[in-house]
Every structure is written in C-alpha cells, then in structure tokens.
C-alpha cells in the first residue's frame, strides 16, 4: 500500500486542516458523502475544481436544483462548447448546494485555459466504497489514474488547484476546509504536495468570451448525467428525507425494477403476462452473473435490459429502459427551448457543434440491444382484416415444448400408479425388488427387516388432459379448436383458450393462453370434440376434454392435471368406459413454467411460419 500521508476520518481524506474529496463526476456515491461531510463539519470554506469565470452562472443553476440546467461555453481556442451539467448526484454540485444552505463560503479555484483536456477513465466499481472506505478504493485504483501531466494545460490546471487550495487551507487554518475535486486530479495534487514547497499560482488564462445556461431536453439527460435520470430523481427525493447518508444504490436499481414491473402489469393486467417472484429473482441473477463478467458490482442499465429481455421479453425490457430514463423535475415555466444534446454534440445556433463535460466522468461503453416493438393498433386492425378463416395451424417450436410436457406427465403419472401399488413383507428368503427401508426402521425394535415388492404397471397413458383455469360462461376462453396431428410424434390437440384474432402480434400471426388442453397419443382422426353430440351432456368445457379423452384413449390410464381432483361424474364415466383417470395436481409444476407453455400462436396457413419467428418472442 501507498502512504499517501494523509488519514481517512468521517468520510474524507485529510491533510492537517484540508479534507479531500477525489470523486468520479455524477455518481451517487460521492455525492452523498460531500453531503454529509458539509452537514457533519463546520468547515470554514469549501473549495472546488471550477474556474472563476463560470462561478455566478454555476451558482444560479445550482438554486435552481431539482430542475437540471447545464452552464455552457465557447472555448476561446477551439469551436467546442464545454458544458457543467447541474447533475444532483455529482459531489461538486451537492458540495456547492449544502455549503450554500450551511452559509459556508464556495471558492471556484480552477484555473482559466483556452482548451478543456479532461479524459473519461475506466475505473472500478465505486460501490464498494460504502464497504471498504475511500482510502481502500484509491490504493486499488491508483494504477489507472496513471502519472500526472509535466506540461500543457492540465499541467497548469493541476498547478493553479494544488496552489490555491493549499493557500486557502493555510489562510484559515486551524479552521477545516474542504476540496470537491476529479479522481483524475489526485497524482498530480499527491505529487506536488511531496514538494514541500510553496507553489507559484501560473498567470491567469483568458476566460470564455461567453457564458450561457440552457435547460436540457428531458431525452438528454441519461446522456449528460451520470446516473441513470430514475437514481438522480431517486437521489433528489431521498435528499430532502431524515437521513444524510446510508443510501444504498442497490436498493434504487431493485426499485426501478420493481416500478418497470408495476407499469407492465398495468400495460398487462390479463395473468398471461404476470410476473412472479420466481422469473424476478431469475432477472436479478442474471444481471449479476453479468455484471460479474464485466467484473463491476453494480449493473449498468444494459446489464439489467439484457436480463430483463432474457427472462421476461422485449415489452418489459423496453418498460425497463423507458422508466431508467424519467427525472419529473421539469421546469415548465422556462420560456427558452430546451437544448437537444448528448454527451458528444450540442445543437446550438441551429447546428451541431462537438461538446465536452467538465469535469469528465467515468468512460461510456455504447451497446447496442434489438428489441421488437409492440404493433400500433392500426396494424393490428389490419392484420385481423386480412385473416382467412379457412386454414390455421401451429408454431412448431411451442407444440415441441407443450409435447414434451405432455411425455413428462406420462412418464410421471406411470411412476406414481406403480409407487402407490408397492407392497412390503418381512424378508423371509428373497430380496425380491429391495429393501424397504421405510418398514424396516418402523419395525427395527422387532429386529425385522422388510423387503418390497414392486408389481409391473400394465398399460400406457393415453391422454393427458389439462385445466389450467375453469371457465364457467364460457366467456374468458371462448376459443374451442381440435387439431390433428402432422406427424406421428405430435398429439391429437383439443383446447379452449382466448381467441387470437383479440391479439395480434404480426401479419397472420395471433397469440392465444390455454385454459384448457388435452393431449391424445398416439395421434388419431376424430371428430371436433366440441360438435361431437356424444359430448353434449359435458357441464362444460372441462368436462367435455375430460369426457373426449376418457372415449378415445386407446390405453387404460388417462390423466388429469388440475387444481382441484375430478368430479364424482368423470370417474363414473371413466368407470364406463372401462379407463382409470390418474389425478396430478397442477400445483407440482412451477407457475413460471405453465405460464410460459401456456401461451401458443396460432398461424394463417404454413406459409406464414417463413416469418413467425421474426414476431413471436
């Protein structure tokens, strides 16, 4: 570790009478504690890294805190507008707004130079400050800053700030002081002090000719600030509250989701589209599997769309991202239009002109994440418009899945029929099928062992029949189709579901949520269950799937997995037709997963099967 010579207390580093504040620009983290090193000590003056020339329009934009503004000039050497953004989480801004509700004097110490050159870094995840202490952070982050400049304008930058905040702090001292300043500065600050001597303040630069404030379009703040716009506007709420510090970050992230959560289930209240703790802490984890592989602690807005497009779908993602970028704080009475901008162009007097922050913050990594979009009303209505009534068919992709459901509950119901057939005996000669060993510890005072026996289940299930939800009025699921298989290894389909033509996701596609199915296998050629008059005496739909497998099952057992177990009347019609129904309640399968299989597409023809993917998420 680096001796560095000073100590780390209540949250700064100190140098006798002078409290350090090195900080990344419009992070949270450093925010809070200028905040709560100004609340906590009376310093004497509070020093910053801005210049002089900007300090009356930095102030004013400040007083106008929770509205964001950003002061603006033209650098005299160059065409580029430089830009200090009034962002609410930036340690500078809130060490300049506290000082000023605490009366406490603000000094802008910064140097005049004719062109900015402030370099966006790379650095870890100021996170674990909160767990490990500043001091800690700077050791481990001390071989990205790199060395300081010998010469050229941040050369004469770092000069002119070491000089007159080391001034600053002689002139009141025993009286604290406390210096607001870039990450990238601390070399060059560490470095002179090691010189032991009393530094030259260099000639002053030529300030800017002209200075402006603007406020920004509400669409370029996640551009210019360093938070995301929804933890700046959490920040600015939490500000006001009792509590100077403890903010946790994490807890911000986990309520934007919970918000973006919120807006979809308003956007979707039908159940098809709930999500549930279980696909939530799916979501979590995988943003933090992501964020371990680019080795930070915190995701990034990216991190959290991808997971958010994984586990739940585009519609979330895009709920996600829309809800990361809302601030409320606007201020409708300016009279001037908002500046277009992002952290590279401002479009200022009718055309583009490069920009710059100052002070520079972390390095902004731009990804790109394809999300399909919703179809606008007036495309659904036209799809529907060309629908043909006479041929529909399935999405292969989702029949594979629902199948392979159906063959796990086969499987699945044949095991639970032989375990319920198990006998046990006292060992006498045989082992027979193994030891029993549930008998043999009841019995083990006798000193008995017991062995069982496990008889061969004859027969296969036929027909797998699910209701995933009752429809009494047959008005929630009022689709009733049966489909024929294509091949061999796919079912004979009989379901009621919501309609699609109520849902349409892209042309001759439309989406539909089982209510109920049943699943015959081997495939057979039979009439539309839901015409057929053998049928007609079904209470309802339920009944009418139930009844239908139970008379077309080639094989002894058929299943039913249901909430609730089945009526006195489908086991006396199963009696009649010589079968034996097999109850599973639906309650072994995760809610997540039925969900998930419960939603099916039904197509305009195969030939639209060409594009279904380009649709169907």
Wanted: a neutral charge; charged letters at 30%; aromatic letters at 10%.
């Amino acid at each position: 570790m680096t001796d560095f010579g000073w100590t780390e207390r209540d949250g700064g580093l100190w140098w006798g009478n002078l409290c350090l504040l090195p900080s990344i620009p419009g992070r949270s983290v450093f925010a809070t504690r200028a905040r709560q090193l100004v609340m906590d000590i009376p310093f004497a003056a509070v020093a910053v890294e801005l210049p002089a020339s900007v300090e009356g329009s930095v102030v004013a934009a400040v007083d106008r805190l929770p509205h964001v503004s950003v002061v603006c000039y033209e650098e005299p050497e160059t065409d580029r507008v430089v830009y200090i953004p009034t962002d609410p989480c930036d340690a500078l801004v809130e060490a300049i707004r506290s000082a000023r509700m605490g009366r406490i004097p603000v000094h802008f110490i910064d140097a005049e130079v004719g062109r900015f050159e402030g370099k966006e870094r790379v650095l870890p995840d100021e996170f674990v400050i909160g767990r490990l202490g500043l001091d800690p952070y700077i050791q481990a982050v001390w071989p990205h800053l790199g060395p300081p400049p010998d010469e050229g304008s941040e050369s004469v930058r770092e000069t002119t700030l070491a000089a007159r905040v080391f001034r600053l702090a002689r002139s009141v001292a025993p009286e604290p002081v406390l210096f607001v300043f870039g990450l990238d500065l601390l070399p060059g600050l560490v470095e002179r002090r090691k010189r032991r001597e009393i530094l030259e303040v260099p000639d002053a630069g030529i300030p800017p000719w002209k200075i402006w404030t603007a406020q920004p379009d509400p669409k370029s703040l996640y551009h210019i600030l360093g938070e995301m716009p929804y933890l700046a506007y959490r920040y600015e709420r939490d500000r006001h509250g009792l509590e100077i510090g403890g903010r946790d970050i994490t807890e911000d992230l986990k309520q934007l989701l919970l918000a973006a959560r919120t807006e979809y289930r308003r956007r979707f209240p039908d159940d098809m589209f709930r999500v549930g703790p279980q696909r939530f802490q799916t979501l979590l984890t995988y943003a933090r599997n992501l964020c371990l592989v680019q080795s930070r602690c915190i995701p990034s807005l990216y991190e959290l769309a991808v997971a958010a497009k994984g586990v739940i779908g585009d519609t979330f993602a895009r709920e996600l991202m829309e809800l990361a970028k809302y601030y409320p704080y606007l201020d409708f009475e300016q009279t001037d239009a908002p500046v277009k901008m992002t952290d590279r162009q401002i479009r200022w007097e009718e055309e583009v002109r490069p920009c710059l922050r100052r002070p520079q913050g972390l390095s902004k990594e731009w990804k790109s994440l394809k999300l399909r979009r919703d179809p606008d009303p007036k495309k659904r209505q036209k799809w529907k418009s060309r629908w043909d009534p006479y041929q529909s068919c399935s999405w292969p992709p989702e029949d594979e899945r629902i199948e392979n459901l159906a063959g796990y509950v086969r499987d699945r119901a044949l095991q639970m029929v032989g375990i319920s057939q198990i006998r046990a005996e006292e060992f006498t000669s045989s082992m027979k099928d193994g030891l029993h060993v549930r008998e043999t510890i009841r019995n083990l005072h006798l000193g008995k062992v017991y062995v069982k026996e496990e008889p061969q289940v004859r027969g296969q299930v036929g027909a797998v029949v699910f209701l995933f939800e009752p429809d009494p009025d047959g008005t929630r699921y009022p689709l009733r189709m049966t489909w024929l298989a294509e091949h061999e290894n796919e079912s004979t389909l009989a379901f009621y579901a919501t309609h699609f033509m109520e849902d349409m996701v892209g042309p001759g596609i439309g989406r539909s949520f089982y209510g109920g199915a049943s699943f015959l296998y081997p495939p057979q050629l039979i009439p539309d269950v839901w015409r057929d008059p053998r049928f007609q005496h079904a209470r309802d739909e339920a009944e009418s799937l139930v009844f239908s497998a139970l008379f077309h099952s080639q094989d002894r057992y058929v299943t039913l997995v249901s909430k609730d177990r089945p009526t006195a009347r489908m086991q006396a019609y199963a009696r009649r037709q010589g079968r034996r129904l097999l109850f599973m309640p639906i309650s072994m399968f995760s809610r997540e997963t039925l969900q998930k299989l419960r939603i099916f597409h039904v197509l305009n023809g195969q030939e639209v099967r060409s594009w279904a993917r380009d649709f169907i998420r």
